[in-house]
């Protein structure tokens, strides 16, 4: 839930849920709150992935890598 304001006219709105959001690589919709993917900036650019595309991306990567990711000490 969030609480949008009007800059012009002070007059408020109550959102009760964030609309669905469109994948950058799928251009899938989906809702981020019942659904999960992510969203998030590449430099300036705005990105939103569905599940489908983050968990294969995330896949891809761990792929690519020989070793788990490790934290470092």
Wanted: proline content about 4%; hydrophobic content about 40%; overall charge negative.
């Amino acid at each position: 839930m969030a609480k949008v304001v009007n800059i012009h006219t002070g007059e408020e709105v109550v959102v009760e849920k964030a609309p669905k959001m469109e994948c950058t690589i799928c251009e899938g919709l989906f809702d981020l709150e019942e659904e999960g993917g992510t969203t998030g900036y590449f430099g300036i650019l705005m990105v939103a992935f569905c599940p489908f595309c983050l968990s294969s991306m995330v896949d891809l990567v761990t792929k690519l890598f020989n070793e788990p990711f490790k934290e470092k000490d």
